[in-house]
């Protein structure tokens, strides 16, 4: 191939590129103006197709698109744009009256913006679609200072001027309806400036500057006080320290003396316990010193007292014993003699009692007799003072009488009556018929047994005869035993 076909071809190939290219150029202008792509701070409204229902159910006319993308139909729909922009606003009244009729003026700042809320955009595009910024910002200057002089009658001067965030709130909340009427959104609404034109702030500011002169003074003067008194309390403080201190030391001082004091007494006490727990080992060794030595004597007693009092004991007991046998077998034996004289007198029958009243009698005479033993009658005269020679008679008669009182009294000490058994014999002789002769009891009186007395002459009385008769058998010799 030459190189006018080769130019040739090269042409054709350049003609074709140039068609394709613009063929893509025109098919990416078609396709860019029938897309639409909505950025994040715009809203794009297409109006003239087929609408959109609304958030209260009624049928619009157009449709919106938010922060994306869509496709709109060349010839019969047609797109228009709103901004979501912030716009700034300065607001400012003149002489609003605020509670208390007290002109003031008050100049803030505020953000308003169109809303992106569904409920809200159709406000905003049914009032503000190809309007302007200014006249949207113009008409919401407007409404907030309509707002700002409503809120201002309910707020005094005192309540705008010290607390604006307050009044900021209650601004928000009275413009926030109408700003939504309107489709619009409050963002920021700030008080910056408070002033009035009759100088009522200047005054409270004034008067609240002396307030706050005065309480300064005060609270100067109140903490000049509070720093005296601080300083006193310091120095009292300082004081009470060091006068407890001083009282410490001086305790730890008494603390010391004590302290040495007890150990004073410890060591005395020590001292002591030991002394006394040298006399104490001295007294053990001398106790049992002692004790050795009373075993020692105790032996010694052992050998020398005890064992020959034990025997000089044992030689007594077997003494004793001897003794006893001894005087058991005297014992026996009179025990047998007074059982055989009671056999006699068993015997005896009816005498027995006769013989044992004369056995006793006389024993019963030696101790009536012995109370006159100390009695030494040397001579005995006799006064005959009738002169018949009756004087010696006499005493001899009175000598039956003696006895017979003697046996009385022997009846009244030991109960036994010796003249019972007289009066009975005597009785009984007399029933018999034996009759005594004078001659006879002269001669049975003047016979009597060895030492037996003498009656010297007979009397008629019972009595004295039998105490003769018991004289003759007394002085008659006892019965074998």
């Known amino acids: ?41 715009r809203v794009a409204v297409i109006s003239g197709g087929k609408g959109q229902v609304g958030p209260d159910g009624r049928k619009l006319g157009y449709r919106t698109v938010k922060g994306g993308r869509t496709i709109r139909i060349p010839l019969l729909e047609q797109v228009s744009w709103m901004d979501l922009n912030n716009i700034p606003l ?35 595009v049914e009032r503000f679609l190809n309007v302007p910024h200014q006249s949207i910002a113009q008409i919401a200057k407007e409404t907030l200072e309509a707002n700002l002089r409503g809120v201002l009658a309910t707020l005094t001067p005192e309540e705008v001027n010290e607390d604006r ?46 307030d ?25 403080r300082a004081q009470i320290a060091q006068a407890q201190a001083e009282l410490k030391v001086v305790e730890e001082r008494n603390l010391l003396r004590v302290r040495s004091a007890e150990l004073d007494g410890i060591a005395r006490a020590s001292e002591e316990e030991a002394r006394v727990a040298g006399e104490k080992a001295k007294t ?6 002692e004790l050795e030595r009373i075993e020692l004597e105790k032996r010694r007693l052992q050998a020398d007292v005890v064992l020959p009092a034990q025997a000089e004991l044992e030689a007594r007991q077997l003494q004793a014993r001897a003794d006893a046998a001894h005087i058991i077998e005297e014992g026996t034996a009179q ?28 024993d019963l005479i030696e101790q009536i007799v012995s109370t006159v033993n100390g009695i ?45 058994p007289l009066r009975d014999r005597m009785a009984g002789g007399l029933r018999s018929g034996e009759a005594l002769e004078p001659g006879e009891g002269a001669a049975s009186a003047a016979s009597p047994s060895a030492g037996a007395p003498a009656l010297t002459e007979t009397t008629s009385e019972a009595d004295q005869i039998a105490v003769s008769e018991e004289l003759d058998q007394v002085a008659a010799p006892e019965p074998p035993a």
């Open 1 to 41: 191939m030459d190189t006018d076909g080769k130019v040739r071809v090269f042409m054709i190939f350049a003609i074709l590129g140039a068609a394709v290219l613009l063929a893509i150029l025109t098919a990416i202008f078609v396709v860019k103006s029938l897309i639409i792509i909505c950025p994040p701070n």
């Open 90 to 124: 300065e607001v400012s009244v003149l002489n609003a009256y605020s509670k208390g009729a007290i002109p003031l003026n008050v100049q803030g700042i505020a953000n308003v913006k169109v809303s992106s809320v569904d409920s809200l955009l159709g406000n905003s």
């Open 165 to 210: 965030l307050k009044f900021s709130q209650f601004l928000i909340e009275e413009a926030d309806d109408d700003i939504k009427t309107l489709g619009l959104e409050l963002d920021v609404l700030k008080i910056q400036n408070v002033t009035d034109e009759v100088g009522y702030l200047d005054a409270v500011g004034r008067r609240r500057t002396a």
């Open 212 to 236: 706050v002169l005065k309480s300064a003074r005060v609270t100067e003067a109140e903490k000049q006080a509070e720093a005296e008194q601080a300083e006193a309390d310091s120095q009292q």
């Open 284 to 289: 053990i060794a001398e106790q049992e010193l």
């Open 335 to 362: 025990v047998e003699v007074f059982e055989r004289l009671t056999d006699q007198y068993k015997a005896a029958g009816t005498d027995a009692h006769d013989i044992f009243v004369l056995n006793m009698l006389p």
């Open 376 to 420: 030494d009658i040397d001579k005995m005269t006799v006064i005959d003072a009738g002169g018949d020679g009756q004087a010696l008679p006499g005493i001899a008669k009175q000598l039956p009488a003696s006895v017979i009182a003697i046996a009385e009294q022997i009846e009244t000490a030991t109960g036994v009556d010796i003249m019972g």
